[in-house]
T-cell receptor, first 114, second 110 residues
Framework: DAGVIQSPRHEVTEMGQEVTLRCKPI?????LFWYRQTMMRGLELLIY????????DSGMPEDRFSAKMPNASFSTLKIQPSEPRDSAVYFC????????????FGSGTRLTVV | GIQVEQSPPDLILQEGANSTLRCNFS?????LQWFHQNPWGQLINLFY???GTKQNGRLSATTVATERYSLLYISSSQTTDSGVYFC????????????FGKGTKLTVNP
C-alpha cells in the first residue's frame, strides 16, 4: 500500500486566497483525521471522520476552515479566506479502527500564507 | 481531557549511547503510539503499544497501563535517530482523537 497520500507537499499562497488540501487514506481504513502542527500549539486535531461522516470538528479554528469526505478514498480541507496565522504543517491520518489499531500519517502539507 | 507529558524535552547524545524517553498520561487509554518525526517532518509510526512490551531492532517500548506511563528505549543510537519523538494516546471511553505530547527532541552527534 502507498500509505496515506497528501497533496500538495508545499503550498505558498497570498492572504485572502482559497487553499485546498487533499488526502487519500489507506484503502480499507474507515477513519480519517486532519491535524495541524505549529511551533506554538504542537500537533492538534482539527476534525475526524468515521465512515465518511464528520464526528468531531471541535478543533476547527473558525468558519474559514471546512472539511469534506465525499467518499472513502478522498478528503479535502479548505481554508477560505486564508490568513498568515494559518501557516502550518497540515497532516492527514487514517486508521482501520481508531481504538484498536494505530494511526498512519501522511507526509503533510506545509502551508505558507504571505 | 487526557493529558500527555513527555520527558525530557531535549536530549543530546553521542553516537552509540543508549537513552530512555518517558511518556506519562493522566487517564486510562485505548491506544498509545510512539512516533518519530524526522528532520524532513515526516511522522513515522514506531510502536502501537497500549500495554506490554515490543521490540523492533534497536528500539523497544514498554507501557505500564495501570501506572499510566510508557517508555521508549533507544540503544546504540545513530545520527539518523535524531528528530522529535512523540507519544500519543486516545482516552478509554472518550473521544477517538489521538492526543499528542509535546515531544522529546533528540540530537545524536557523530
Amino acid at each position: 500500500d502507498a500509505g496515506v497520500i497528501q497533496s500538495p507537499r508545499h503550498e505558498v499562497t497570498e492572504m485572502g486566497q482559497e487553499v485546498t488540501l487533499r488526502c487519500k487514506p489507506i484503502s480499507g481504513h474507515n477513519s480519517l483525521f486532519w491535524y495541524r502542527q505549529t511551533m506554538m500549539r504542537g500537533l492538534e486535531l482539527l476534525i475526524y471522520f468515521n465512515n465518511n461522516v464528520p464526528i468531531d470538528d471541535s478543533g476547527m479554528p473558525e468558519d474559514r476552515f471546512s472539511a469534506k469526505m465525499p467518499n472513502a478514498s478522498f478528503s479535502t480541507l479548505k481554508i477560505q479566506p486564508s490568513e498568515p496565522r494559518d501557516s502550518a504543517v497540515y497532516f492527514c491520518a487514517s486508521s482501520v479502527r481508531t481504538v484498536t489499531y494505530g494511526y498512519t500519517f501522511g507526509s503533510g502539507t506545509r502551508l505558507t500564507v504571505v | 481531557g487526557i493529558q500527555v507529558e513527555q520527558s525530557p524535552p531535549d536530549l543530546i547524545l553521542q553516537e552509540g549511547a543508549n537513552s530512555t524517553l518517558r511518556c506519562n498520561f493522566s487517564d486510562s487509554v485505548n491506544n498509545l503510539q510512539w512516533f518519530h518525526q524526522n528532520p524532513w517532518g515526516q511522522l513515522i509510526n514506531l510502536f502501537y503499544i497500549p500495554s506490554g512490551t515490543k521490540q523492533n531492532g534497536r528500539l523497544s517500548a514498554t507501557t505500564v497501563a495501570t501506572e499510566r506511563y510508557s517508555l521508549l528505549y533507544i540503544s546504540s543510537s545513530q545520527t539518523t535517530d535524531s528528530g522529535v519523538y512523540f507519544c500519543a494516546v486516545t482516552s478509554q471511553g472518550g473521544s477517538e482523537k489521538l492526543v499528542f505530547g509535546k515531544g522529546t527532541k533528540l540530537t545524536v552527534n557523530p
